[in-house]
Each structure stands twice: as structure tokens, then as C-alpha cells.
């Protein structure tokens, strides 16, 4: 399989806790660590996607525009902005 080498940023404490699992021979290396928990994502990602589309066979077809915006809504709620509340304490 080919491979590629590629520039990624990770926060400082993500750096260390890799590094340490690397000295305490827990990893290989860095790019091998990196390579496994990116193969768990994509494994993970695949996963959820077959079992929604399985529930969605199940229950009717693919989302409608307004399911999908609520789902959206849902799942990706905005910030709230403080003071917004439409009534008042007594």
C-alpha cells in the first residue's frame, strides 16, 4: 500500500500523551499511532453511515429537506446568545 507523508497540528498535550505511549513502547511511533487511530476513525465513520442508511431503509428512504434541517438543528446547535429569553423574571 502507498503511502504519503503529510503535515498535521495537534494540540501540545495530544503530542505529549502520543510521545509517552511511543516511549513507553505502548506504539511504535508517531506515524504508526497516527496511522492506527485514522484507520479507527474511518472504520468508525464507516460503521455509523451503514447504520443510518440501514435505519432510514427501514423507516421510509432518505431524509427530506425539512427532517434534514431539523436533524442539522439538532445536532449542530448554534451558540445562544445570552439575553435572548422572551420573558422576564418577576
Known sequence: MA?????????????????????AGQAPNVSA???????????DAAG???MLNDALR???GPLTKNERAWADAILSPRERKRGTRKGKAA
Open 3 to 23: 503511502t504519503r507523508k503529510i503535515t498535521i497540528t495537534l494540540n501540545d498535550d495530544q503530542v505529549h500523551e502520543i510521545r509517552a505511549l511511543v516511549a
Open 33 to 43: 499511532f497516527v496511522q492506527h487511530a485514522v484507520g479507527t476513525a474511518l472504520h
Open 48 to 50: 455509523w453511515k451503514e
Open 58 to 60: 427501514q423507516t421510509g
